[in-house]
């Protein structure tokens, strides 16, 4: 596994994260495209609790287990749980992005990592590998889901007017 490149990826993509937000309203935040999509908002604030609940936590769980439960995790049910769509973007994202800051401080104090030590669980064997590299490529997908709000938003605000012209999505 190439952990520079994850971590250098891991780290650029909270600025990504942060692009794709910005200028965002709170109003415009609150909007699904369809009523079981997720808002910005649900994703920023999705982000942040998988950021300290998830994967950070599984990860430090699989390379230090003693004494320590596995973290049971709710993403889909926290999403009404801890009302997600009545935060503030950029309270929510300034969190977010100072937890993945801890994340990043956290990552690099390891040093020299056996990524191969595993956890075996009734929902199968995962390596601390799998959990580094899952959380970066988790990332990408919450990303993606920005990039297609970004495009809703944007054919909300041109009302009738086409945007076929500028590609097919």
């Known amino acids: 596994m190439d952990t520079k490149s994850l971590l250098s990826q891991f780290r650029h993509n909270a600025e990504r994260i942060r692009a794709l937000v ?5 109003e415009d935040a609150r909007l699904r495209p369809t009523p079981e999509a997720w808002s910005v908002l649900e994703v920023v604030n999705h982000l942040l609790d998988e950021e ?4 950070r936590s599984h990860l430090d769980f699989i390379l230090n287990p003693e004494g320590k439960a596995w973290e049971l995790i709710d993403p889909q049910g926290w999403i009404t749980e801890r009302n997600y769509n009545q935060r503030d973007l950029a309270q929510s994202l300034e969190q977010f992005l ?4 801890k994340s990043i401080q956290w990552l690099e104090s390891l040093g020299a990592v056996d990524w191969e030590i595993s956890y075996a669980s ?5 390596k ?10 988790h990332d990408g997908l919450h990303m ?3 990039v297609e709000l970004q495009r809703f938003l944007t054919e909300r605000a041109a009302g009738d007017f086409d945007t076929s012209y500028a590609g097919d999505w």
């Open 22 to 26: 910005s200028g965002i309203s709170n």
């Open 52 to 55: 300290i609940h998830d994967f």
């Open 98 to 101: 100072a937890e993945r800051a």
């Open 122 to 126: 009734k929902w199968g064997t995962m």
């Open 128 to 137: 601390a590998g799998d959990m580094f590299a899952s959380w970066v490529a």
């Open 144 to 146: 993606r889901q920005l």
